[in-house]
């Protein structure tokens, strides 16, 4: 046996996955807003398909995973606790239009600190003091009563709020129901994905999509089998990005009296992976703000971003890929709202109003 200690074992893993992570997301420009962005202003669905292939990826390799016994989903955030249904809509959307504002989401604001862009540095630091604020802080106050009068509590057997749960309540055998959700879910997403000839013609999107898929589950296996230590266990979790960024900051500012966790690490990860991929492509060059307006953009997007990923409980990649791998219904309603969210940002970008941004979004859709 090692004698490191457990949180430096799952740090060092952690690093290495979110190593992976970042250069991938770097070298494929694998993006969630850059995929949206692509769809609302040019019809091109090949980014948008690379990251429902990563989730179909981190949904069929996590759930098989728990179906094994090698982690058990039921111990992560996403399914404990009641159906947070407002907070995943507000915070959704807060968070979808904050990051066309900011230029990206908490994933993308890593890769770019890698490849010199300082925007994304004062991007970063505003996401993780909204992110603390909304998390301990004042504007913690209005989240917790936000939760108090909307949070459905979820009875039964399972007593969580996953999908399957939910449809075994109904009667269905748990284990028939998470598979059915699997099946409808992952399968009609691999047809949607490969359907498109264009998206079939680029390896590219192709191996980005798979490789950031299995970063999901890879960060399962690194806290629940790496992490799960008799004496001190790592609680289960997988990447995030929102409150990790956070918890960085706080890490790095009190580095004597704090112990490392798989965000923190995965967020380093993450930026180094991302800047020795930039190197490697000589696409790295320092970019900074062009003007006042185009840094209070950031400001306020990076403010929507923090109060928004918290609220909802994750970003793109924490519910959007590291949530709905559980079937958490709370992670499918945050989803729907920040991806709502990003397009009504992008129209609102377009229009220059966000009455008129808005009643673009209803009309199209």
Same mark, same amino acid.
């Given at each position: 046996?090692?004698?490191?200690?457990?949180?430096?074992?799952?740090?060092? @893993?952690?690093?290495?996955?979110?190593?992976?992570?970042?250069?991938?997301?770097?070298?494929?420009?694998?993006?969630?807003?850059?995929?949206?962005?692509?769809?609302?202003?040019?019809?091109?669905?090949?980014?948008?398909?690379?990251?429902?292939?990563?989730?179909?990826?981190?949904?069929?390799?996590?759930?098989?995973?728990?179906?094994?016994?090698?982690?058990?989903?039921?111990?992560?955030?996403?399914?404990?606790?009641?159906?947070?249904?407002?907070?995943?809509?507000?915070?959704?959307?807060?968070?979808?239009?904050?990051?066309? &504002?900011?230029?990206?989401?908490?994933?993308?604001?890593?890769?770019?600190?890698?490849?010199?862009?300082?925007?994304?540095?004062?991007?970063?630091?505003?996401?993780?003091?909204?992110?603390?604020?909304?998390?301990?802080?004042?504007? $913690?106050? $209005?989240?917790?009563?936000?939760?108090?009068?909307?949070?459905?509590?979820? @009875?039964?057997?399972?007593?969580?709020?996953?999908?399957?749960? &939910?449809?075994?309540?109904?009667?269905?055998?748990?284990?028939?129901?998470?598979?059915?959700?699997?099946?409808?879910?992952?399968?009609? &997403?691999?047809? #949607?994905?490969?359907?498109?000839?264009?998206?079939?013609?680029?390896?590219?999107? +192709?191996?980005?999509?798979?490789?950031?898929?299995?970063?999901?589950?890879?960060?399962?296996?690194?806290?629940?089998?790496?992490?799960?230590?008799?004496?001190?266990?790592?609680?289960?979790?997988?990447?995030?990005?929102?409150?990790?960024? $956070?918890?960085?900051?706080?890490?790095?500012?009190?580095?004597?009296?704090?112990?490392?966790?798989?965000?923190?690490?995965?967020?380093?990860?993450?930026?180094?992976?991302? #800047?020795?991929?930039?190197? @490697?492509?000589?696409?790295?060059?320092?970019?900074?703000?062009?003007?006042?307006?185009?840094?209070?953009?950031?400001?306020?997007?990076?403010?929507?971003? $923090?109060?928004?990923?918290?609220?909802?409980?994750?970003?793109?990649?924490?519910?959007?890929?590291?949530?709905?791998?559980?079937?958490? @219904?709370?992670?499918? +309603?945050?989803?729907?709202? +920040?991806?709502?969210?990003?397009?009504?940002?992008?129209?609102?970008?377009?229009?220059?109003?966000?009455?008129?941004?808005?009643?673009?979004?209803?009309?199209?859709?």
């Amino acid at each position: 046996m090692s004698d490191l200690p457990i949180s430096t074992i799952v740090g060092g @893993a952690a690093f290495v996955v979110g190593l992976i992570f970042g250069a991938t997301a770097q070298r494929t420009n694998f993006c969630t807003m850059g995929a949206l962005s692509d769809i609302v202003f040019m019809g091109d669905w090949r980014r948008f398909r690379a990251w429902m292939l990563a989730l179909a990826v981190a949904m069929i390799a996590s759930q098989a995973m728990h179906h094994a016994g090698l982690v058990d989903l039921g111990k992560s955030i996403y399914l404990q606790g009641p159906l947070a249904w407002a907070g995943a809509i507000i915070g959704g959307l807060l968070f979808g239009f904050g990051m066309t &504002l900011a230029g990206g989401c908490g994933n993308k604001t890593l890769v770019r600190i890698g490849g010199g862009n300082l925007k994304s540095v004062v991007t970063f630091l505003v996401v993780g003091l909204f992110a603390y604020m909304t998390l301990k802080g004042l504007i $913690g106050l $209005g989240r917790v009563q936000i939760e108090s009068l909307t949070n459905i509590a979820v @009875a039964g057997k399972a007593a969580n709020q996953g999908v399957p749960a &939910l449809l075994a309540a109904l009667g269905l055998p748990e284990t028939i129901a998470r598979w059915l959700v699997v099946t409808v879910i992952a399968g009609g &997403l691999l047809v #949607f994905c490969f359907k498109d000839a264009d998206f079939r013609a680029a390896p590219h999107d +192709i191996i980005g999509g798979l490789i950031i898929g299995l970063m999901v589950p890879a960060g399962w296996w690194v806290t629940g089998v790496l992490g799960n230590d008799e004496f001190d266990p790592t609680p289960l979790s997988s990447f995030t990005f929102v409150a990790p960024i $956070g918890d960085t900051i706080m890490y790095l500012m009190t580095y004597t009296g704090s112990t490392i966790n798989f965000g923190i690490a995965a967020v380093g990860g993450v930026i180094v992976g991302s #800047f020795l991929s930039s190197l @490697a492509g000589k696409s790295f060059h320092v970019e900074a703000f062009s003007d006042a307006a185009d840094m209070g953009r950031h400001l306020t997007g990076a403010a929507m971003m $923090g109060i928004g990923g918290v609220m909802a409980m994750g970003c793109t990649i924490g519910q959007g890929l590291t949530g709905i791998s559980t079937l958490s @219904a709370t992670s499918f +309603i945050a989803l729907a709202a +920040i991806l709502f969210g990003g397009v009504w940002g992008l129209k609102y970008m377009e229009e220059g109003s966000v009455g008129a941004a808005l009643k673009a979004v209803l009309a199209r859709g």
